[in-house]
Every structure is written in C-alpha cells, then in structure tokens.
C-alpha cells in the first residue's frame, strides 16, 4: 500500500513544500511568481518584486556569487575581448533552464527528418513500380545507310551543284523523308545524299512501354496519396515535436510591471538610433604614442552581426514577449525579462541580472576611418603628434585626425561574461543598461538563494 504526505514549512521570505512527489521551494513577496506545470514555465511579476517557484526532483546545491573580475590591462600585450567558454558562463540559478534548453535544441525533429523519410521511401517506389516495363513492341523503320567507303556529302538540294550542309561517314544510318527521287534521298527537310553512295536498311527498333504509358490515370492518384501521406505524417510528426521540443515561457505582468516592460523594451530600440555600433575584439597598449596619433590603446573592431527587438535564441523556445537580440562575432546575446541568455553555436548559458555586472562610460575614440554622422567629435589629433599636441613636421603626409566621443558597454559577470559594445551615438543603451542594473538590485535584494 502507498502512502504520500505533504508540509509546508516557512522560513522567513522562503517557503518550502515537501511531499512524496518532491520537493517545491518558493521565494518572494506577494504580487509576483513563478510556477511550472506540464505547458512550461509561467512567471509572474507584480509591483512589490519578484516571486520564482520551481518544482524539482531533487535538490541543487548552492553555489557561491563571485564579483566580476577586474578589467584586465595589457602592457604592450595582444589583449583579447570575448567570454569565456560557454559552458562556465551560466549561474547556478540559471543551471535548470539551460539544460533543459540545450537538450530540446540537440533532440533532432521528428517532423523534419522523418517527413523526409517517409516521402525519398513512398518515392522510390511510387516511381519504382510505374517505371517498370510491362511490354515491347518491335517495328521496322526504313533508313538511309551510307555505302560509300569515304563518306559522302549532304546537299542543301537534289543536285550534285548545291550548296553542300554536311557530310556522312561509312555505315551512318540517317533518317529517310523521301525515296520518290530517281537519284537522290530525302534524309531530312532540306537535305539530300545521293543513292549512289547510299541505300535503304530495313531497321527493327524496339519500343519499351512503361506502367506510367500505360496506367497514367493510377500514377497520378498514387503520387496524390504520397503527397497526402506525407503532409498527414508532417502534421501528426510536428505534434510530437512540439511537445518534446518546446519549452515554453510565459511571463506575467501586473499593470505597474507591464509598463516597466514596455519602457525595458523600448530603452533597448533606442540602440536603433546610434549610426554605428561595434564589438570589441582585442585591445593592446601601445609605447609609441607618437607614430599613432596620441593613442594609448589599440582596438580592434568590428559591427555588430544583427540587432533585433524581438528574436528567440531557438526556434523552439516560445515566449509571450518580445526578447531584444544582439548578435556579436560567434556569441549571440539575448536579453529575456529577468535574465541574459547567451548562445554559441549550439551551445547555451544563462546568468542573472543580479549577477550581470555593467558599466557604461565614455571613450574618447581616435577615428582613423569615416565618422558616424551622428558622432560627437570632441577634439582633433595629428596622425603623427609631439607630446605637446603639435604635429610632428617631419612627415609630410601628416594630416588631422577626428576624436570621437563614443559610449562605451561593458558586461561582466563572475561567471566569465566578458563583451564590450560601443555606439556612436552617446547615451544609446544608457537606458536600458540602468533597466538591467535594477532589475539585478532587486534579484540581489530577494535573496533567493
């Protein structure tokens, strides 16, 4: 005989349910959860915070918060921009959810591959059995065989004078128009070889009937009940996937936070205004300041791969809000309601805002290349300059050089988040980031660990 059982015990913010099923936590305050059932997960946010519950098989163990490393500094050294390996990058609290969606993003789709299956097998034989041959029927066609050892010559004319259009070797076999001329015959429409060279073979040629010549009617309806089959087999198979394949997230808001969220999105289209946007890539401290117009670092640089409002980090994840999306060289950032999901390839991480460290600051940018328009140019340099600001006169191509003042982002996390973006336009992502900073102050202020 079974048993179950069910407790609930409280202590202080946080809330634990032990049953015979497993053990249920949650954390915060009123107005806001999370819960999961069987669709996915649903998480509520109301205006006193933030309130997750989660229901787990087991318990997870806790893993300490470590601050963001420092900016590292390379003295006359190549220093490279990027974060670390995707598999160290995800928090604790982060460990569940990236699993779970890196194991439905592996599982293969039932409704791609095995639609495509199905419909190479009911191909091959709809058409192995209507290409069989089911009868022969043997005719014999007149020809024209060319006798002459050296060949002959083809007339534009039945006249040894005309104009001649082509010629034939011993034992050519041409096709026969007309054998009513005393002298010549009719190989084709305009052209004519001489009998003198040339005589009439009787020819058997053998003609192969299909089934698809003789059953047109049946072949069409079997090509129509593959079709059908497979558009059957596709509907049905993409049931399936969408019940192992998708993980689906559903937020929910109170009027206060809805509006937060709307300004958390619109903050981020504000990336849209700036002329020009860059990922960092290497930075390295230069000695010769004088040959580089003043500098005291080198960057290496490139555009952003794609900016978009709304983009989801897997075609099976679905979600009931918009997810803001920057694409940077092999890493793609996406930044959902509570957390920053990260993706390489076909790998994911995830860390929370309260985890997530930012710092958005000026840079003044020398700018070698053109200038954004909507770039705020602070100063000029030389391109090759004294220590006193003057241009250095012994280089006759030296020439003026704009100083830029950009807006520098920078996201760190413990964890190994490391990206630099800037933006031509000063105060583009200012916003946003103070929205993500925020919502990390309440995480923190939570506790939910």
């Known amino acids: 005989m079974g048993f179950s059982f069910r407790k609930s015990i409280s202590f202080g913010p946080m809330r634990v349910n032990l049953s015979t099923r497993g053990i249920g936590y949650s954390a915060g305050v009123k107005g806001a959860r999370i819960g999961v059932n069987q669709r996915g997960t649903y998480v509520s946010l109301g205006a006193g915070g933030i309130q997750y519950r989660k229901y787990l098989q087991h318990t997870t163990p806790h893993s300490p918060s470590y601050p963001p490393a420092p900016l590292p500094t390379a003295q006359g050294h190549l220093h490279t921009i990027t974060s670390d390996e995707i598999t160290q990058l995800s928090d604790v609290d982060s460990q569940d959810f990236i699993n779970e969606l890196t194991e439905k993003a592996a599982k293969i789709s039932f409704a791609k591959w095995g639609t495509l299956a199905l419909a190479l097998l009911l191909g091959v034989g709809l058409f192995s059995y209507f290409g ?14 060319i006798t002459a050892s050296s060949g002959i010559k083809i007339r534009q004319q039945p006249d040894p004078e005309a104009p001649v ?171 959902f309601p509570e957390r920053l999901v990260i993706r390489r390839n076909n790998q994911f991480a995830a860390v929370f805002y309260k985890n997530l460290h930012l710092i958005s600051r000026d840079s003044t940018f020398i700018e070698d290349g053109s200038v954004p328009s909507d770039a705020t140019i602070v100063g000029h340099t030389w391109r090759y300059v004294n220590k006193s600001g003057s241009p250095d006169r012994r280089f006759n191509n030296n020439r003026q050089i704009p100083k830029c003042a950009y807006s520098e982002y920078v996201f760190r996390s413990g964890t190994g988040v490391y990206e630099v973006i800037t933006t031509s336009r000063r105060g583009a992502l200012d916003l946003f980031t103070r929205y993500i900073a925020a919502i990390g102050e309440v995480q923190q202020r939570m506790n939910l660990n």
């Open 165 to 335: 259009v082509g010629s034939a070797i011993y034992g050519s076999m041409l096709p026969l128009t007309d054998s009513t001329m005393n002298h010549w015959y009719g190989v084709s429409t305009g052209q004519y070889v001489s009998k003198k060279f040339a005589r009439i073979a009787r020819v058997p040629e053998v003609k192969q009937y299909l089934r698809l010549d003789e059953q047109p009617g049946l072949f069409w309806t079997g090509l129509a009940f593959c079709l059908a089959a497979v558009l059957a087999a596709y509907i049905y198979l993409a049931r399936i996937d969408k019940r192992r394949l998708t993980l689906e997230i559903n937020y929910e808001f109170n009027d206060d936070l809805a509006q937060v969220h709307a300004d958390f999105l619109k903050a981020f289209g504000q990336i849209s205004n700036s002329h020009r946007v860059w990922q960092y890539l290497h930075s390295e401290r230069i000695n010769d300041r004088r040959r580089n117009a003043g500098a005291s670092n080198a960057i290496s640089r490139i555009g952003l791969g794609g900016v978009s409002l709304n983009r989801k980090p897997t075609r099976h994840l679905q979600t009931n809000v918009p997810i803001p999306y920057l694409g940077l060289r092999n890493t793609e950032l996406y930044f």
């Open 132 to 145: 069989q041959v089911t009868r022969t029927e043997e005719t014999i066609i007149p020809k024209v065989e």
